[in-house]
């Protein structure tokens, strides 16, 4: 068990959560680093199957920490341990030779989003969404946007929606080829479970074999975009816009969170008085 990230078993399906709720399982350096770590030791597993990914909370993945962004602007070894870090998530996500099940349980986005998308079955929330703004905030979309979105939908859809940003609803997902289904809230965990043991119960060799084959398609048609993006994201980590948004987003947090611990007191003070 591991603080930002949980692997729990159910028979030979393994259940891998992004386990930040307070921070709707945005990524901080060490989930970076779990995330990176977690495939190799599943498929390391004799025991395990197939494999189901949430988050834990309202949310799949909200993205990158605003702190964790703010570091990369003054530490050069951070900036490119985190492109290597994303490179490494990339490929073994793609030769990880057991099948993944997104269960999307909440918005998904930035790399939260890739992370679904790099999934092989996606089975989302109806009221979950998939929004990659890595452009709207200054930066590149290196950690899986340019290469995984041009594998499931049109590039006019990856232009349009990596371009702008914008939000992705659950059912619109699924007709852009970005997920399977959509799933009541309450029955995605049940429903991604069983699709998972589904998988699990397969021929083992030639489910891995197929998926291994399909591999190396995706390799094929993504590795030089995946280069090109993730070195251009690297020199956007200190782009002038870059850093002016992140301040920008960390002020509007701040004042968020003030004014919800502001109306917290007032509510508590209005309750002693009454009692009174």
């Not at 197939?50 to 003054?74: I, K, M, P």
Request: proline content about 4%; hydrophobic content about 45%; overall charge negative.
């Amino acid at each position: 068990m591991n603080s930002v990230l949980t692997v729990t078993a159910d028979g030979g399906v393994r259940i891998v959560t992004l386990n930040r709720p307070e921070r709707l399982n945005s990524v901080s350096e060490e989930l970076h680093r779990r995330l990176s770590e977690v495939w190799r030791e599943i498929a390391e597993d004799p025991q395990a199957r197939a494999v189901v990914l949430t988050g834990a909370g309202r949310a799949f993945s909200a993205g990158g920490d605003l702190d964790h962004l703010r570091r990369h602007h003054t530490d050069p070894e951070l900036r490119e341990w985190s492109i290597n870090t994303d490179r490494s998530i990339q490929t073994q996500m793609m030769h990880f030779p057991l099948p993944v099940v997104a269960a999307v349980n909440g918005p998904a986005v930035g790399l939260g989003c890739s992370m679904a998308l790099g999934c092989d079955l996606v089975l989302m929330a109806e009221d979950a969404y998939l929004a990659d703004p890595h452009i709207s905030v200054g930066l590149v979309a290196g950690d899986g946007g340019v290469t995984l979105w041009p594998l499931h939908t049109s590039m006019l859809r990856v232009k349009e929606y990596l371009f702008t940003g914008d939000r992705i609803p659950a059912a619109t997902a699924v007709e852009l080829g970005l997920a399977n289904r959509t799933v009541p809230a309450a029955e995605l965990r049940d429903q991604a479970l069983a699709l998972a043991h589904r998988l699990a119960a397969q021929p083992v060799e030639a489910l891995r074999a197929t998926k291994l084959a399909l591999a190396v398609v995706m390799e094929q048609l993504s590795r030089g975009g995946m280069e090109a993006a993730l070195m251009s994201e690297q020199l956007t980590m200190t782009s002038p816009d870059h850093v002016r948004i992140v301040a920008e987003l960390q002020q509007r947090t701040a004042r968020r969170h003030a004014d919800s611990a502001s109306a917290a007191g007032r509510t508590t003070n209005q309750e002693s008085g009454s009692a009174g």
